[in-house]
């Protein structure tokens, strides 16, 4: 049961102090006899009433393990991860930013945690104050009529969105056949849109990275349901061209999805209502801080203007005159259901929190948010490439064209940014810039980690230079070495076999 | 303002090294006209929001402070401490999709085994990372049996499948040229054989059993399995309480090739209805059409066990409108704790979980059964759910509002999940409500709630 320590074999290369590493599978760590659990004995007769044909036997393979081997494994296996509280997490486009504690013990109470989602309005009477709540603030914070915190994720929240918007064209006579995406969009866009039945047309971005207004007025014909557009774009430029590009969409008869996973860059200083936007999602888990989890659980409500409310998915929290909140799935032309109960209810919990502890003063997250990215770029455009040199919100997007000349990608760059102590930036999107590094560092990092940041890729630009091969070994110092994700799709193994 | 490290001299010494003179000059590409700060309450400090939220809690009548009967989909059962507080480490909650291998090992083992633990259960070969809840884990599961069958349009669903499972498959398929087609349930409780194989033909991609079912009546996989194979479709397998598994036959031995549902039952809060933890497994041969994320086993530079995500390609942000799915998370966290509560019950603690929830609501079923005036309308075999009938002139709804006032939450009524007024006033349905039971339960509250059935009929 030993943890082997990797020596630090080049004070040059280790940036970081010595992970633990190599630890076996749980189902390795198994044996037999071993017991994990406990239970109370039972107090009722012991009874089998189900036929023999439809039982089963013993879970071959499945663990006997005790409690202590558990803590220790999912201690150690911690370890090996990287995460927002052991420094800047930049990674584009994903908002890593702090997640406040009392917000976790607060989704734990057990009026939440332990409370389920069909007992009787009568005793769920704080849930339903809290989602009413909620979805009030977020109109708010959106400029919008209605939202529904149904979705599960953004992803949900956008086919939300894009089925709201067809059910109005048919309803207005006309579904229409096309969702106009621009070039720099996020994948999920394209694939919603095509899962609410549409086609995709892109929309060809401009020399700034943003929306060519004559490209735009020549794709929005009498086809088009909707223009998907991220606010800022993935460049973290502002569409500075917003109202036009509203009324264009609008005069065709058009709606405007704003892709909310952005919104860090703007929320508490602008309204997506005030800029014609229709029908938009936002991402709890980003721009109101509740936590990753290491890839969920998210979290997607999404706001519509008024002529989309009666579409929203059912059913919808209301309040009664008398105070009182209920569920109306009296909703006949709605959308439906994307899922089951209310939605991700922990995730409203905590994102009620974060925005309580803002309050009125919210826009400082955006504010912080887009000084940031600003003092990072300043820090870096010396030495790293911008391909759009529009000016930055929240993020910055980088590529690799000047360290390409020596040889050096931006994913060798990202796995360097390991040695030194950061989490890479996002390096697979926008596909509009080739080796992109797009570094959202968002606003709870501060400027002393801004410098380190900065300091850090300024160093791996001149190692870029002197030291190719080392850069492009990298990383060094991480639990595992460079891990070989192309034979990992070669031969499958998916899961461990007893 | 406790989140925001800069210090006012920091933030001006930044405004300096970016050459602005202030933050606004940074909001310049964005438009006067769009510009308005929300009306929104002054900051609460942490006590006072502690005092809010908690003030909300408390209006909820939860599993510790009640007799607790409710299930429908969400179980009471137990989660071990320890499953809960390891997701308090930070380097479980503060990470992110394990995009970058090498300092994400962690999250990508934790799947890895959270894949096995799935496989295992469901006695299928590969299973993803997780997905968002048992409704959209059916919408992917019929939609990757839509995309084995190139070309078919049918979907062949039991009405014992969840109603909002049923729901949600509606939306999602209302604009996808897709049909379904609901098979009706016998006397029994269980789908009807013979509506399932009448309904089943050579436009059918999928036929989509959930067992035990909504009702709480065990239906046999194979049923459902032998009318898919008749006509070529794919068998779906949907679970939606999970420590049922242990217990039941699995869907990969009645011949399911996909199955998939809800695994909060198995170290997950029942949390209000989310988050909870979605699941899809299938047979090998359709690996590579599975959706959502998967882990792989793969070496590192030095030939060293080490995991990453794979088949990536399938993905959204690689295949854009052509991707298997647009999902984009999965449920991390949840999949952590539910591998954790998992291992910890093994192979002897999920049997006997599953054993005592069985055996707590076969007391229970036969104390309900008794009492005069309520009535089982189901004759098939339940595992720890099923379905009562109040006496005549006893509205469900009504009386199960009553025993919530007194703090026994004895049941979910049918008329949830019906448009009620298509429901005549003294209709069977409207009269009809589920019980759940699990190892939560002592034998005095299943008395106590038995009691107060009675009181209420009197």
């Known amino acids: 049961m030993s943890v082997e320590i990797e020596e630090k074999t080049d004070a040059a290369l280790n940036a970081r102090r010595p992970e633990p590493r190599a630890e076996p599978l749980v189902f390795e760590r198994s044996g037999e006899g071993k017991v994990g659990y406990s239970l109370p004995p039972l107090d009722v007769?012991?009874?089998?009433?189900?036929?023999?044909?439809?039982?089963?036997?013993?879970?071959?393979?499945?663990?006997?393990?005790?409690?202590?081997?558990?803590?220790?494994?999912?201690?150690?296996?911690?370890?090996?991860?990287?995460?927002?509280?052991?420094?800047?997490?930049?990674?584009?486009?994903?908002?890593?930013?702090?997640?406040?504690?009392?917000?976790?013990?607060?989704?734990?109470?057990?009026?939440?945690?332990?409370?389920?989602?069909?007992?009787?309005?009568?005793?769920?009477?704080?849930?339903?104050?809290?989602?009413?709540?909620?979805?009030?603030?977020?109109?708010?914070?959106?400029?919008?009529?209605?939202?529904?915190?149904?979705?599960?994720?953004?992803?949900?929240?956008?086919?939300?969105?894009?089925?709201?918007?067809?059910?109005?064209?048919?309803?207005?006579?006309?579904?229409?056949?096309?969702?106009?995406?621009?070039?720099?969009?996020?994948?999920?866009?394209?694939?919603?849109?095509?899962?609410?039945?549409?086609?995709?047309?892109?929309?060809?971005?401009?020399?700034?990275?943003?929306?060519?207004?004559?490209?735009?007025?020549?794709?929005?014909?009498?086809?088009?349901?909707?223009?998907?557009?991220?606010?800022?774009?993935?460049?973290?430029?502002?569409?500075?061209?917003?109202?036009?590009?509203?009324?264009?969409?609008?005069?065709?008869?058009?709606?405007?999805?704003?892709?909310?996973?952005?919104?860090?860059?703007?929320?508490?200083?602008?309204?997506?209502?005030?800029?014609?936007?229709?029908?938009?999602?936002?991402?709890?888990?980003?721009?109101?801080?509740?936590?990753?989890?290491?890839?969920?659980p998210g979290s997607g409500p999404v706001a519509v203007a008024e002529r989309l409310a009666p579409f929203l998915p059912r059913p919808t929290v209301e309040r009664r005159e008398d105070g009182t909140y209920y569920l109306d799935a009296d909703r006949p032309d709605s959308i439906g259901r994307l899922r089951t109960f209310l939605g991700n209810f922990g995730m409203f919990v905590r994102a009620l929190a974060y925005i309580a502890a803002y309050g009125n003063r919210i826009g400082e997250v955006a504010r912080g948010a887009v000084l940031n990215a600003n003092y990072i770029r300043a820090g870096l455009s010396d030495l790293y490439h911008l391909k759009y040199d529009a000016p930055s919100m929240h993020e910055v997007v980088f590529s690799d064209k000047k360290q390409t000349e020596h040889g050096v990608s931006n994913m060798d760059i990202a796995k360097r940014l390991m040695d030194y102590g950061f989490h890479p930036p996002t390096v697979s999107f926008p596909l509009i810039v080739h080796g992109a590094l797009m570094i959202e560092p968002t606003e709870t990092e501060g400027k002393v980690g801004l410098d380190a940041f900065i300091h850090a890729m300024r160093e791996i630009a001149r190692e870029c230079a002197e030291a190719p091969d080392m850069v492009r070994a990298a990383p060094h110092s991480t639990p595992v070495k460079r891990v070989d994700e192309v034979g990992a799709a070669k031969k499958l193994t998916l899961r461990w076999r007893p | 303002m406790k989140f925001l490290p800069n210090s006012d001299a920091e933030r001006r010494d930044m405004l300096a090294a970016i050459g602005a003179s202030s933050?606004?000059?940074?909001?310049?590409?964005?438009?006067?006209?769009?510009?308005?700060?929300?009306?929104?309450?002054?900051?609460?400090?942490?006590?006072?929001?502690?005092?809010?939220?908690?003030?909300?809690?408390?209006?909820?009548?939860?599993?510790?402070?009640?007799?607790?009967?409710?299930?429908?989909?969400?179980?009471?059962?137990?989660?071990?401490?320890?499953?809960?507080?390891?997701?308090?480490?930070?380097?479980?909650?503060?990470?992110?999709?394990?995009?970058?291998?090498?300092?994400?090992?962690?999250?990508?083992?934790?799947?890895?085994?959270?894949?096995?633990?799935?496989?295992?259960?469901?006695?299928?070969?590969?299973?993803?990372?997780?997905?968002?809840?048992?409704?959209?884990?059916?919408?992917?599961?019929?939609?990757?049996?839509?995309?084995?069958?190139?070309?078919?349009?049918?979907?062949?669903?039991?009405?014992?499948?969840?109603?909002?499972?049923?729901?949600?498959?509606?939306?999602?398929?209302?604009?996808?040229?897709?049909?379904?087609?609901?098979?009706?349930?016998?006397?029994?409780?269980?789908?009807?054989?013979?509506?399932?194989?009448?309904?089943?033909?050579?436009?059918?991609?999928?036929?989509?059993?959930?067992?035990?079912?909504?009702?709480?009546?065990?239906?046999d996989w194979a049923v459902g399995s032998a009318a898919a194979k008749t006509a070529g479709a794919a068998s779906v397998a949907v679970v939606a309480e999970a420590a049922s598994l242990a217990m039941l036959k699995p869907p990969g031995e009645g011949g399911a090739d996909i199955a998939c549902g809800e695994l909060q039952s198995l170290g997950v809060p029942m949390h209000l209805g989310g988050p909870l933890l979605g699941f899809l497994a299938c047979r090998i041969e359709h690996q590579r059409q599975i959706p959502g994320r998967l882990v792989g086993e793969t070496l590192d530079a030095e030939g060293r066990r080490a995991f990453c995500l794979t088949l990536s390609t399938r993905e959204q942000h690689i295949r854009r409108e052509k991707a298997t799915s647009n999902i984009c998370t999965n449920q991390g966290l949840m999949a952590l704790a539910s591998n954790i509560h998992m291992s910890l019950l093994g192979k002897k603690g999920m049997r006997e979980v599953a054993q005592q929830s069985h055996a707590k609501a076969e007391y229970l079923k036969g104390r309900i059964a008794a009492t005069p005036g309520y009535r089982l309308p189901f004759s098939g075999p339940t595992f720890n759910e099923f379905l009562v009938e109040a006496p005549p002139g006893v509205d469900a709804a009504a009386l199960l509002d009553r025993l919530a006032a007194r703090k026994i939450l004895a049941g979910i009524p049918l008329s949830r999940f019906f448009d009620s007024r298509a429901l005549p006033a003294d209709s069977a349905d409207r009269r009809r409500f589920l019980v759940a039971a699990t190892e939560m339960n002592t034998r005095g509250e299943m008395d106590h709630l038995v009691a107060a059935l009675s009181e209420v009929r009197a």
Not at chain 1, 47 to 67: D, K, M, S
Not at chain 1, 227 to 241: A, H, I, S, Y
Not at chain 2, 48 to 71: P, Q, W
């Open chain 2, 23 to 219: 933050i606004e000059d940074l909001f310049a590409t964005v438009p006067s006209a769009v510009r308005q700060a929300p009306d929104l309450p002054d900051p609460l400090s942490e006590i006072e929001i502690r005092r809010f939220l908690g003030g909300l809690a408390s209006k909820n009548a939860n599993a510790r402070d009640t007799a607790f009967f409710l299930g429908g989909g969400v179980y009471n059962h137990y989660v071990s401490a320890i499953a809960d507080q390891m997701l308090y480490r930070a380097e479980w909650l503060t990470a992110y999709t394990p995009y970058q291998p090498e300092v994400s090992q962690g999250t990508l083992q934790s799947i890895f085994e959270f894949q096995t633990h799935v496989c295992l259960l469901t006695g299928l070969e590969v299973a993803n990372a997780s997905l968002y809840e048992g409704a959209s884990a059916l919408v992917e599961a019929l939609l990757m049996a839509e995309r084995l069958s190139k070309g078919r349009k049918r979907a062949v669903l039991s009405a014992g499948i969840h109603p909002e499972y049923r729901e949600t498959v509606r939306s999602y398929f209302a604009n996808l040229g897709l049909e379904i087609v609901e098979v009706p349930l016998g006397a029994d409780g269980a789908t009807d054989p013979r509506a399932l194989g009448a309904a089943v033909d050579a436009t059918t991609f999928a036929v989509a059993v959930q067992s035990p079912n909504f009702y709480g009546v065990i239906e």
């Open chain 1, 45 to 296: 007769p012991p009874a089998v009433a189900i036929p023999e044909g439809l039982r089963r036997g013993e879970i071959a393979g499945e663990t006997e393990i005790t409690e202590v081997e558990i803590a220790r494994h999912f201690t150690r296996l911690s370890r090996l991860n990287f995460s927002i509280d052991q420094g800047l997490y930049p990674l584009g486009s994903c908002t890593m930013k702090h997640n406040p504690r009392t917000n976790e013990e607060m989704a734990r109470l057990p009026g939440f945690a332990a409370a389920h989602p069909l007992a009787p309005e009568s005793v769920s009477q704080g849930a339903l104050e809290l989602a009413w709540k909620l979805e009030r603030i977020l109109a708010e914070l959106t400029g919008l009529a209605r939202v529904t915190l149904q979705p599960s994720a953004g992803a949900q929240g956008e086919l939300a969105g894009i089925l709201m918007v067809r059910k109005a064209l048919e309803k207005s006579g006309r579904a229409r056949t096309t969702v106009l995406i621009p070039d720099s969009a996020h994948g999920t866009n394209p694939a919603s849109a095509h899962f609410a039945g549409y086609k995709v047309r892109e929309l060809k971005s401009n020399a700034r990275g943003t929306i060519d207004l004559a490209t735009l007025e020549a794709a929005m014909t009498e086809d088009v349901a909707a223009l998907m557009l991220t606010v800022p774009n993935t460049l973290g430029v502002f569409e500075d061209r917003i109202l036009d590009i509203a009324r264009i969409v609008h005069e065709k008869g058009g709606y405007l999805y704003c892709d909310g996973a952005n919104f860090n860059a703007f929320v508490g200083v602008a309204k997506p209502g005030l800029m014609g936007v229709d029908v938009m999602h936002m991402n709890l888990h980003k721009t109101f801080s509740t936590p990753h989890g290491g890839g969920g």
